[in-house]
C-alpha cells in the first residue's frame, strides 16, 4: 500500500458570500475541512497517513498564482513532500478549466500527485477525467463569472437603496434589530461621537481629544469592539490600543454620523486578493438614511477646521520611533520629539520617550561617522591585499605558459610517433602524464583565475564603500540622503538611548 501524505486544500472567495453577505455553509472552510477529514477517515488506504492543510480564504478561485496557500501547496508537490490533494471539489481548487485542465492533465501525472474532489466523485487514480471532469470544469468557469457579475450587481443595487452592508458597523452606531441593512445609534459609544464633535467645534486639537478621552478611560474604537466579542480586522495588542489624533481625525471625517450611508468605497481585487480604494466620485452617498449623530451644518464646519489644519511644508520623514511601542515619534515645537502614546497615557513608559531632535541627529550621525572610520580603517589594511591580486594574475600567466608549453610537447609526441622515432608504449606513456600534466594545469588556472576575480569583485566593493565613506566623513548634519542611504530607523527609549536600525549589514 503505498504512503500518501495529503494535503488538504480548502478556499472560500468573495463570491460564495450571498447578496446580503451570509456565508454560505456548505461553501465554508469549516464545512469544506469536515468534509475532507470524514472522507480520509473512511478510506483504510489513507489510515494513519500524515494530512497537513493549506487554506486560502477570500481569494477568487479564477487565478492560480495570486494564492500563496496554493502556490505553497504546488511546491510541495514539486519536491515530492505532497503527494496526494484532497478538495471538497474541483471549484475549490480553481475555477479557470483550462489552467485546471492543465493540472489534472498534465502536471500531477508528471508529478505523481493522486488528486481527489469528493463532491465530483473524482479520483485521478480510479477515473481517466475526460468529457465529464471538462466539462464541469467549463461549467465551473462559466459559474465564477456569472456569480461574481451578479454579486457585484447586488452590491451595486443595494447601495443606491441605501441599505448598510459592511460586515461591522462605524463607532457610534449598531444595526437594528430585525433588519440588518438599517442603523441605529448606539446607547454605549453614539454620545461619545456626539461629545467628540462638540469638543472639536469648541476649539480643542484632536490630540487633545484624544488625551480627554483616554484621561476618562474610555476604550477607543478596536478595544470596544474587542470587548464587545465583535470580530475586528486589526490584530496586535488591545492593551497597547488607545485614542490618538489619527483615530479623532478619521471619525470627524466619516459622513455616516450626519444620517448618510456611504457605499462602494472600496472593490476587492480578485487578482491580488486585496481591497483597492475607489476614486472618491465612484462612491454611493444616500443621506437620510438612520438616526444622525451630528447634523450636516456641524459636519461641514468641522471638515473645514480639519482641512484648515495643512501640514507644514518641507517638514522631514520621521525616523525615529518609540522603544516603548514601536510608534513613530511626534515631532512638536519644530524640534522635540516625544511619543503621541505617552502623551495620550497618563502613568505610561512612553510618556517618558522625550529628546531634543538635534540631539538625537547628533548621536545618530556620530554613531554613522564611526561606522564610516571603521570603513576606511579597512580600506588601508586592504591596500596590502592588493597586492594578492596582482600576485594571482602573474601566477595566472605563468601557468598559461607552461600550459602552453606542456600542450606543443605534447605535439611534438604525435609527430615523433608517425615519424617512427618513438614506439607505442612509450608513446602512451608519456601522452598520460602530458594529459595529467595539462589536466592539472588547467584546474589550478582556473581556481587561480576564481580567486582573481573574487578578490577583484572584493576589492571594487571596498573602494566603493570607502568613496561613500570619505563623502560624507564631514557632514556636519544629518540630512534626508543621509538618512535613506544609511539609516533604517533609530528607536529612542526612556533613559534617552538611541538603537540605530542600519540599511546595511555591519
Not at 452592508?165 to 434589530?177: D, E, L, N, P
Request: charged content about 35%.
Amino acid at each position: 500500500m503505498k504512503d500518501y501524505t495529503i494535503c488538504a486544500y480548502m478556499r472560500l472567495s468573495q463570491e460564495d458570500d450571498d447578496v446580503f453577505g451570509r456565508k454560505v455553509e456548505s461553501g465554508s472552510i469549516t464545512s469544506q475541512r469536515r468534509m475532507i477529514l470524514d472522507f480520509i477517515n473512511r478510506q483504510p488506504e489513507f489510515a494513519g497517513c500524515r494530512v497537513i492543510e493549506r487554506c486560502d480564504d477570500g481569494l477568487s478561485g479564477r487565478y492560480f498564482d495570486t494564492r500563496p496557500q496554493f502556490t505553497d501547496m504546488i511546491e510541495l508537490a514539486k519536491k515530492g513532500k505532497v503527494n496526494c490533494i484532497i478538495v471538497k471539489d474541483c471549484s475549490r481548487f480553481g475555477r479557470d478549466y483550462v489552467e485546471l485542465g492543465g493540472y489534472l492533465e498534465q502536471l500531477f501525472p508528471f508529478l505523481g500527485v493522486r488528486f481527489i474532489a469528493i463532491n465530483d466523485r473524482y479520483d485521478s487514480d480510479k477515473t481517466e477525467g475526460g468529457l465529464d471532469i471538462g466539462f464541469k470544469n467549463l461549467v465551473y468557469d462559466i459559474y465564477s463569472r456569472d456569480l461574481s457579475k451578479k454579486v457585484r450587481q447586488a452590491r451595486e443595487r443595494m447601495a443606491a437603496q441605501g441599505k448598510y452592508t459592511a460586515a461591522q458597523t462605524v463607532y457610534g452606531y449598531r444595526k437594528m434589530k430585525g433588519d440588518r441593512h438599517r442603523l441605529e445609534p448606539d446607547p454605549e459609544t453614539a454620545p461619545v461621537v456626539r461629545e467628540i464633535f462638540d469638543m472639536r467645534l469648541s476649539g480643542m486639537g484632536m490630540s487633545e481629544i484624544a488625551r480627554n478621552l483616554n484621561d476618562r478611560g474610555i476604550p477607543c474604537p478596536t478595544v470596544f469592539l474587542n470587548g464587545k466579542g465583535r470580530p475586528v480586522t486589526r490584530k496586535g495588542n488591545f492593551e497597547r490600543m488607545c485614542w490618538n489624533g489619527g483615530v479623532i481625525n478619521g471619525l470627524l471625517q466619516n459622513e455616516v454620523y450626519t444620517g448618510a450611508v456611504v457605499s462602494l468605497k472600496s472593490r476587492m481585487d480578485s487578482r491580488r486578493g486585496k481591497l483597492v480604494q475607489q476614486p472618491k466620485d465612484e462612491w454611493v452617498c444616500v443621506e437620510g438614511m438612520h438616526e444622525a449623530i451630528v447634523t450636516e451644518t456641524e459636519f461641514r464646519r468641522v471638515q473645514k477646521m480639519v482641512s484648515a489644519q495643512k501640514p507644514a511644508a518641507g517638514k522631514r520623514k520621521m525616523r525615529y520611533v518609540c522603544g516603548v511601542c514601536g510608534r513613530r515619534l511626534t515631532r512638536r515645537n519644530g524640534t522635540d520629539l516625544y511619543c503621541n502614546r505617552g502623551y495620550m497615557l497618563k502613568e505610561c513608559e512612553c510618556g517618558r520617550v522625550v529628546m531634543k531632535e538635534p540631539e538625537a541627529d547628533a548621536v545618530v550621525l556620530g554613531e554613522l561617522k564611526r561606522m564610516l572610520r571603521r570603513v576606511l580603517d579597512e580600506e588601508e589594511m586592504r591596500v596590502g591585499k592588493r597586492a594578492a591580486v596582482v600576485e594571482f594574475g602573474r601566477r595566472a600567466e605563468s601557468l598559461g605558459n607552461a600550459l602552453e608549453a606542456a600542450r606543443k610537447a605534447k605535439q611534438k609526441l604525435f609527430e615523433k610517433l608517425a615519424d617512427r622515432k618513438i614506439g607505442r608504449e612509450a608513446f602512451l606513456e608519456r601522452k598520460r602524464a602530458y594529459d595529467a600534466e595539462i589536466a592539472e594545469m588547467e584546474e589550478e588556472i582556473a581556481a587561480v583565475r576564481a580567486a582573481e576575480r573574487a578578490a577583484g569583485d572584493a576589492d571594487g566593493k571596498a573602494r566603493e564603500r570607502a568613496d561613500a565613506a570619505r563623502s560624507f566623513l564631514d557632514v556636519e548634519e544629518m540630512s534626508e540622503e543621509i538618512w535613506e542611504r544609511f539609516v533604517k530607523e533609530a528607536r529612542v527609549f526612556p533613559e534617552g538611548r538611541i538603537e540605530i536600525c542600519w540599511n546595511f549589514n555591519e
